[in-house]
């Protein structure tokens, strides 16, 4: 069945530095990934999107990369802050439109200390 | 620009009554997704709906657990007979014909 997978459960990191969240899939080829933000208690925030004719995606100090050949989506934030600190889930869906259901990773729980 | 909307917020409900969770999408937005969420877990897929209609129901359990999305007013995700296990916290989102999704703050439902 399809699988998704985001290795690390939990991520420390420095005020400052660039934090990497890995995700990757299994027995599919998605057409687009999607990452979002959790914090405790609320709901997913959309933060990018990239298709798989994309290699990366930017959005102020966020990146994303796809990489299908290696199935894997790595996800950047530079000059990280305290305020970085969540969850951030990676999701796929097989089709390129809406209309399909969203397969979720369990996340990565991303601190940042000042 | 109002989000997705999702009320209660928070729900109780003892074991055998139904719990109705209500979510209005964005303006414009004609497809709702609902997902289940439970401690521990990731996010599951339940049931995509357009107005009207049940497009995909593959990850809603058989028995006791309807959606719908009528053509006036919000989606429901209906719960009948709440056990224990069915204690989540319930997200809905919503999307344009094409794109992301976007997810409302969710109703955390504890059954007693």
């Known amino acids: 069945s399809q699988k998704i997978e985001q290795n690390s459960e939990a991520l420390n990191i420095q005020e400052g530095k660039t934090a990497t969240l890995t995700c990757n899939y299994t027995?599919?080829?998605?057409?687009?990934l999607q990452w979002y933000r959790q914090d405790p208690g609320r709901g997913p925030v959309f933060l990018l999107l990239?298709?798989?004719?994309?290699k990366e995606k930017r959005k102020e100090r966020l990146k994303v990369t796809f990489d299908t050949t290696l199935k894997q989506s790595l996800f950047h934030i530079t000059a990280s802050q305290p305020a970085d600190s969540a969850t951030y889930l990676c999701?796929?869906?097989?089709?390129?439109?809406?209309?399909?259901?969203?397969?979720f990773g369990k996340g990565t729980t991303l601190s940042v200390s000042s | 620009n109002a989000g997705v909307m999702q009320n209660p917020r928070h729900l109780v409900r003892r074991r055998g009554q139904e719990a109705r969770l209500r979510c209005s999408p964005v303006?414009?937005?004609?497809?709702v997704y609902w997902y289940r969420q439970l401690p521990e877990e990731g996010l599951k897929f339940m049931v995509y709906?357009?107005?009207?209609?049940?497009?995909?129901e593959s990850g809603m359990p058989k028995e006791r657990f309807s959606a719908e999305f009528p053509k006036e007013g919000p989606s429901i995700l209906r719960i009948q007979q709440v056990v224990r296990g069915d204690s989540a916290a319930y997200f809905c989102?919503?999307?344009?014909?094409?794109?992301?999704?976007?997810f409302g703050p969710g109703t955390r439902l504890t059954v007693t």
């Open positions: 303006k414009g937005h004609s497809h």
């Open positions: 989102a919503s999307s344009p014909p094409s794109g992301a999704q976007y």
């Open positions: 027995n599919y080829s998605p057409a687009y």
């Open positions: 999701a796929f869906s097989p089709f390129n439109q809406a209309g399909t259901a969203l397969i």
């Open positions: 990239i298709r798989e004719n994309e």
């Open positions: 709906l357009q107005k009207e209609n049940i497009i995909d």
